[in-house]
């Protein structure tokens, strides 16, 4: 549809304008900003479908600094809403999904007009040879092979794309990258490459259900309550994991700023000083010992009596002086302290007795949960709930695969998990040959 429905202005026009009667809308936008390419489109159709009764804007943020300032606009981007000249409902930043702009725009419209317009959608149908869902490093490895081979490929994520590595501040050992670089600039680079390949990306979308076929046929994902159907020939799994957070306030805010969930990226940083660890199983226990290289002190918090790692690896943790363990112990709550420490309230769970504890920096590793919500049950997982595939990253369905962390498997490393997407990627391409082929031999 037409663009001429959403007005570019600059500070100057935004002056003029700004307190005209009636609702508008202003989009706070930067260039080389992926959650930016990501809302174009559903801006676009927002103005599509109200834009003869709600204004759309946008601003340049990087050229108008000044405005973005005074308005408290600091990330791009941001939607702010308004209704005759005042500022309304909540300001929208980062992954914007369309139910949100929806939400925003049903209290500038009298009611019944904002219902006939929501009729008057209409509903989009995509088709596919490869639909890879998830846009970490296995969704942009298989997306890159995929589509150079001149697949329709298209990869869908709930999420801005990037995955955990997006989140971690700095990673040193994925090759290539000449020294450590920061998360979200190398998956922002992984996401060009894809984007450069051919293959289409999706981001910030409601899943509203994915209909696996058990029998090769087409499988069918629907979005944002039925506004988008995508079918598709074949299907990449690379929806990743998530670590299994402890849930006491503070936790996430502190998220990758004190608190890490991963010894193999973050030991380093702990050089010559003193950790905390949460957790007592298999993981908590080898990650301590391999932290050791680093940490002077150890301290590890566990929720039940014992340690539930195998014996060997306790007999050879109880050993190390530099480890030691609190039994029948939680946490409570993390707080940052102002010189960057991190202070825990902890708790037993026998006694009830609170204290608190002070540390240099906290690791977490009470377990981690592939993301297979979304997924049918017929799809093989493992006792811990983790696919199951073959060397060629297929699952027990046919033209179904898995790459990455939710796959079941010894090593989770962004390496690994591009090393999986690219042999999804690759033969994947097989599959939809002789997908193609059964189809014209039953016509
Ligand atoms: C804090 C931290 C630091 C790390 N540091 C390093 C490091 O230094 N070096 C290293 O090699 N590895 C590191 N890792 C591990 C590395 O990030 C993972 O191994 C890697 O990201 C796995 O890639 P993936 O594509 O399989 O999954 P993820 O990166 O988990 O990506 C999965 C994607 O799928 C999306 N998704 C979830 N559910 C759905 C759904 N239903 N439909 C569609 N999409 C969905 C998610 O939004 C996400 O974008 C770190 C991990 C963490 C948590």
Not at 72 to 84: H, I, M, Q, R
Request: net charge negative; proline share 3%; hydrophobic share 35%.
């Amino acid at each position: 549809m037409a663009s001429e429905n959403i007005f570019e202005i600059n500070t100057e026009d935004f002056e003029k304008i700004k307190n005209q009667e009636g609702p508008y809308i202003l989009d706070f936008y930067s260039d080389e900003c992926a959650p930016c390419e990501s809302l174009a489109p559903k801006y676009q159709e927002m103005a599509d479908l109200f834009g003869d009764k709600v204004k759309f804007y946008k601003i340049f943020r990087q050229q108008n600094r000044d405005l973005a300032k005074k308005m408290g606009v600091s990330s791009s981007p941001t939607v702010v809403f308004y209704n005759n000249g005042k500022e309304t409902g909540s300001r929208l930043i980062g992954g914007i999904k369309k139910k949100d702009l929806l939400t925003n725009i049903s209290t500038l419209l009298p009611g019944d007009e904002f219902k006939n317009r929501i009729s008057k959608k209409k509903p989009q149908v995509k088709e596919a040879d490869v639909l890879i869902l998830g846009g970490g490093p296995a969704g942009m490895s298989a997306g890159i092979y995929a589509a150079q081979a001149k697949l329709k490929t298209i990869m869908v994520d709930p999420e801005l794309t990037g995955g955990q590595v997006k989140t971690t501040h700095l990673i040193s050992n994925y090759a290539g990258t000449g020294k450590a670089v920061n998360g979200y600039e190398l998956m922002d680079l992984m996401l060009t490459q894809t984007k450069e390949a051919g293959a289409e990306v999706i981001a910030a979308v409601d899943i509203t259900e994915l209909k696996v076929s058990e029998n090769g046929g087409l499988h069918t994902l629907i979005l944002d309550n039925g506004d988008m159907t995508i079918h598709a020939k074949s299907l990449i799994i690379t929806t990743g994991a998530q670590p299994r957070l402890t849930g006491a306030p503070g936790e996430k805010e502190n998220r990758g700023l004190g608190i890490s969930y991963c010894a193999t990226c973050d030991g380093k940083y702990y050089d010559g000083k003193e950790i905390i660890v949460i957790g007592g199983g298999n993981s908590a226990v080898e990650e301590s010992l391999f932290l050791t290289r680093f940490a002077t002190k150890i301290h590890m918090i566990q929720n039940l009596e014992t340690l539930t790692a195998n014996k060997t690896a306790i007999d050879h943790l109880l050993k190390n002086e530099k480890i030691s363990v609190s039994y029948n112990t939680v946490v409570k709550e993390f707080t940052r302290l102002e010189d960057g420490r991190m202070k825990l309230l902890v708790s037993n769970v026998k006694t009830n007795e609170e204290s608190t504890l002070e540390t240099d920096g906290v690791f977490v590793f009470i377990g981690m949960m592939p993301n297979v919500e979304v997924l049918p049950n017929s799809l093989k997982k493992d006792n811990w709930g983790y696919l199951v595939t073959n060397d060629d990253m297929e699952t027990n369905l046919p033209g179904v695969y898995a790459a990455g962390d939710v796959r079941s498997k010894k090593i989770r490393q962004a390496a690994t998990a591009v090393g999986d997407g690219a042999i999804a990627g690759i033969l994947v391409e097989k599959y939809v040959e002789q997908f193609d082929a059964r189809v014209k031999g039953n016509h």
